[in-house]
């Protein structure tokens, strides 16, 4: 057992400072020089590397949303599709025995 372990002090540690406000990372940045170290890391990690731009995300998003709707639409016209299918057998059906008892009374 360590006895040692029970006397020693915590140590306090420094309460940490609060993230920087949006406009001072801007001014920061603005203020970093062109040969700032950081801007150079950057194009060799290839981390600036262009992002698609707010107008293609929601290009995408517009087709994704588009192409849910027109699915859901498919989906609904499957089924009026089977019931007007299921519609047309019974007629059929109807106007098979229709006929064969016409065909029946002309004998």
Do not use: H, W
């Not at 006397?7 to 700032?36: C, F, G, M, Y």
């Not at 047309?88 to 016409?102: I, S, T």
Request: aromatic share 2%.
């Amino acid at each position: 057992m360590n006895i040692g372990s029970k006397n020693k002090k915590r140590v306090v540690l420094p309460s940490r400072p609060e993230p920087p406000t949006v406009d001072q990372i801007l001014e920061d940045i603005n203020r970093a020089a062109p040969n700032d170290p950081v801007f150079s890391i950057l194009e060799r990690t290839g981390q600036d590397a262009p992002r698609p731009s707010d107008s293609d995300a929601e290009l995408r998003f517009q087709q994704c949303r588009r192409y849910l709707e027109l699915n859901e639409r498919l989906q609904e016209v499957r089924g009026q599709l089977l019931r007007q299918r299921e519609e047309l057998r019974a007629a059929g059906e109807q106007l098979e025995k229709d006929v064969a008892e016409v065909k029946g009374q002309t004998l």
